[in-house]
């Protein structure tokens, strides 16, 4: 997966929980992206980051919060975690903005209960 | 807004038939266009992109895809198809100037031996 982890890999928590999922890249790419995957809506862009502490909002981002203190580093923050946020979430990376592929980590799955 | 259609939940083939997967989209602008796949419990992969040029595109494992300008369309294909192709495949597109990438709802293909 393209030198790319996430952590945890699995995640059950409770409704109004924060939750803080890791995405780390060995690449060096300057492009980060949060994308949740849920059935029928492919993947949807949650946040994304351009350079160390440079961030956007993507389609979906009411609920998440993100940082970027090193290159290397994504995080994503449910502050307080709700049902609809259960999903799978994956980190992705490009050397440059969308023009270029994105390579995708393996994924963590959260569970809201 | 920029949006990706796949219109076939499932496709279903016989090994070593020709398979398609059917993606159109709609874009203010001139496309940047995306083909991915995803193996269960996995990140998804790039196969292939088209940004300018020829329409036709080669990519990996043997797919390509042509692009239809006045069909707004950007369909995957490959002359046979394997077993090992059964996946869930993901078109997005892109408008030049944006900077997110939106993908459709993904389209599992199923090939049977």
């Known amino acids: 997966d393209a030198g790319i982890t996430q952590s945890p890999r699995h995640k059950v928590t409770e409704t109004g929980t924060p939750v803080t999922l890791r995405c780390h890249q060995t690449e060096n790419h300057r492009y980060m992206y949060w994308y949740r995957q849920d059935p029928g809506h492919g993947l949807r862009l949650i946040h994304y980051?351009?350079?160390?502490?440079?961030?956007d909002k993507g389609e979906v981002s009411d609920g998440y919060s993100v940082s970027r203190s090193k290159t290397e580093d994504f995080l994503l923050t449910l502050e307080s975690a709700t049902s609809s946020q259960t999903s799978v979430y994956f980190c992705?990376?490009?050397?440059?903005?969308?023009?270029?592929?994105?390579?995708f980590g393996p994924g963590t799955r959260l569970t809201v209960t | 807004a920029q949006s990706v259609a796949q219109p076939e939940d499932q496709v279903n083939v016989a090994e070593g038939n020709p398979l398609t997967v059917k993606c159109t989209y709609s874009?203010?602008?001139?496309?940047?266009l995306f083909w991915y796949v995803q193996y269960p419990n996995r990140g998804l992969q790039f196969l292939l992109k088209y940004i300018t040029g020829d329409n036709l595109v080669k990519g990996s494992y043997g797919f390509e895809a042509e692009f239809n300008k006045s069909q707004t369309s950007f369909h995957l294909k490959k002359p046979s198809a394997l077993v090992s192709d059964s996946a869930l495949y993901f078109c997005a597109v892109r408008d030049i100037g944006g900077n997110m990438l939106t993908f459709g709802g993904g389209t599992r293909l199923m090939v049977k031996p």
């Open positions: 992705a990376i490009s050397a440059r903005d969308t023009i270029y592929e994105q390579y």
């Open positions: 980051s351009y350079g160390v502490k440079d961030t």
């Open positions: 874009v203010s602008g001139n496309p940047y």
